[in-house]
């Protein structure tokens, strides 16, 4: 027998599953703005891999000078929307977050050192005070 206590009750947790996937739609609506569309690749394509580097002592290498990506490798099939199939790579399988599209115009020329900022030194010429450094009032 369905009691009014049990009517309100049933109305009540309706209410509160409606509430909740409005919610749940209205948090989706915030957090799909910023999201940014998974990257389409082909077969073909070149990839550059990111590799997680580890710091070791013995070799004398530090992960925070080491690359951040491997490659550019070839994608060979498409496994998943979002999975890619590289034979030539240790995984072998890899997520659309882990590659980055290789563009052909960039250049792997290293990066020259940028000049040294600051005042240049002072050079000690024949005819000055034997040598010494004076300061801006005229003393040592």
């Not at 957090?31 to 998974?38: F, G, H, N, S, V």
Request: charged share 30%; net charge positive; no cysteine.
């Amino acid at each position: 027998e369905i009691t009014p206590y049990f009517k309100k009750f049933s109305q009540f947790l309706a209410e509160a599953k409606d509430v909740a996937e409005q919610q749940q739609d209205k948090r989706k609506h915030y957090a799909d703005k910023r999201r940014r569309e998974a990257t389409l690749f082909h077969p073909g394509d070149k990839v550059y891999v990111t590799s997680h580097p580890m710091n070791s002592a013995e070799k004398g290498k530090t992960s925070k000078f080491l690359p951040r990506r491997d490659g550019p490798y070839v994608i060979m099939s498409r496994r998943s929307p979002t999975t890619y199939e590289n034979l030539t790579t240790p995984l072998g399988v890899y997520h659309t977050s882990a590659l980055k599209a290789f563009e052909q115009g960039r250049s792997n020329a290293p990066i020259l050192p940028l000049r040294k900022k600051g005042r240049p030194r002072k050079t000690v010429t024949a005819g000055s005070l034997s040598g010494r450094l004076w300061n801006q009032r005229g003393r040592m």
